[in-house]
């Protein structure tokens, strides 16, 4: 008896905090009333909330042209590095180079025109993957035919080592066996 | 079946040798420039060094390629850290001034370096007799596909790039690069001079 009396003083205590709480939410009926939100408060908080979009909106900009730039300067070449990219390469002509990207692709060049320009400037070269064409196939092709090849070469000998001996007095295993 | 072996290990073998033959020839720092016989890039770049007289320009003044149109340029990018620049420094000097009141503009053209350290060290190699020009952000560097320096540039009267010069510079080099220039007419694009025996033709990395 005792302990549903408690039980249901917890539940009551509970219900009134819970109504506690909602009551300021409630609208007033006086707008001059504590509380109240004024037509210049709106106007502020709308004017906060734009804010806060346009903000958001730019944040996200800068972040795709900084993945956008990221990517195409992990494409080009470092000039006076050994095989590093823009990105990768802390020299400060590699950086300036990534300067130049990001501009361009600011200015809204596509990261293809963008590599062109490179390219006009510094041959093919600048390029880290070659254009799958001509020449440069081999590039391409050597590595895959060297994978098939060599498989190929293994699966032969394997064979051939595990291939039981064949003799003319003991054809087969299992024939003596029977 | 030996012979038969050897020879399907000669298809695979030799091919790849040959390839790896063919690399070792090469200069992997020799890189050719696809520039020469191209326009050459624009530029407006602002004097820091102001040259001598009578070749003097002042302080601050914007240079344009666009202003030089009929005229023969020679752009020698440098910098203040670069040993090489010290030993072509006297003879450009010396063949800029020779040229002097000819149709042939001489810009040293600072690379990756502030303009403080460029007028230091012209003042500590005895003048320079050309003026040179500051490029911020190496634009101008990367647009003409710079490598490292010194590297020299040679504009026809069309405004396209006629040869690159790659390291210092020699005396006939420049001397014949430049008359050759001269000497085509303006309209016609000028066929660049092949270069003498020894001097570099084409650009290299990390110069």
New interface residues.
């Given amino acids: 008896m005792r302990r549903t009396m408690f039980t249901w003083s917890l539940i009551a205590a509970a219900a009134s905090l819970a109504f506690a709480q909602n009551a300021p939410s409630a609208p007033p009926s006086d707008p001059k009333q504590a509380g109240a939100i004024s037509p210049e408060q709106i106007q502020k908080e709308g004017k906060s909330a734009a804010e806060r979009s346009a903000l958001n909106m730019r944040t996200a900009n800068d972040t795709a042209l900084e993945a956008m730039t990221t990517a195409v300067a992990s494409e080009l070449r470092c000039p006076v590095c050994q095989g590093l990219s823009l990105q990768a390469s802390p020299s400060e002509l590699a950086q300036q180079m990534r300067g130049l990207v990001k501009d361009q692709l600011a200015e809204g060049k596509s990261p293809d025109e963008v590599k062109a320009y490179f390219v006009s400037k510094y041959g093919e070269w600048i390029l880290l993957s070659p254009k799958p064409q001509g020449f440069n196939l081999l590039a391409y092709l050597l590595p895959v035919l060297l994978v098939v090849g060599g498989g190929a070469f293994i699966w032969v000998l394997v064979r051939k080592w595990s291939a039981p001996p064949v003799t003319e007095s003991n054809p087969s295993s299992t024939d003596s066996a029977v | 079946m030996n012979w038969k072996r050897a020879a399907i290990a000669s298809l695979?073998a030799i091919p790849v040798i040959l390839?790896f033959a063919w690399g070792m020839t090469k200069d992997p720092k020799d890189?050719?420039?696809?520039?020469p016989g191209r326009e050459a890039?624009t530029f407006a770049l602002d004097v820091f060094a102001p040259g001598q007289p009578p070749l003097l320009r002042n302080v601050g003044d914007t240079i344009r390629l666009a202003d030089m149109k009929g005229e023969v340029v020679v752009l020698n990018f440098w910098a203040s850290w670069c040993l090489a620049c010290r030993d072509e420094h006297s003879t450009l000097s010396e063949v800029a001034r020779s040229y002097a009141g000819k149709p042939v503009h001489f810009y040293g053209v600072l690379y990756?370096d502030a303009p403080v350290n460029g007028t230091n060290w012209i003042a500590e190699m005895g003048g320079q007799s050309y003026p040179s020009l500051n490029d911020p952000?190496?634009?101008t560097?990367?647009?003409?596909?710079?490598?490292?320096v010194p590297e020299t540039f040679f504009l026809d009267r069309n405004g396209r790039v006629a040869y690159k010069h790659t390291g210092p510079v020699p005396a006939a080099v420049i001397a014949r690069v430049v008359d050759s220039l001269m000497a085509a007419p303006a309209a016609t694009p000028a066929a660049p001079s092949p270069a003498p025996a020894g001097a570099a033709s084409q650009p290299k990395?990390?110069g």
């Fill in positions: 695979f390839l890189i050719p420039s696809p520039l890039p990756n952000k190496a634009r560097a990367i647009d003409y596909g710079l490598y490292g990395a990390g």
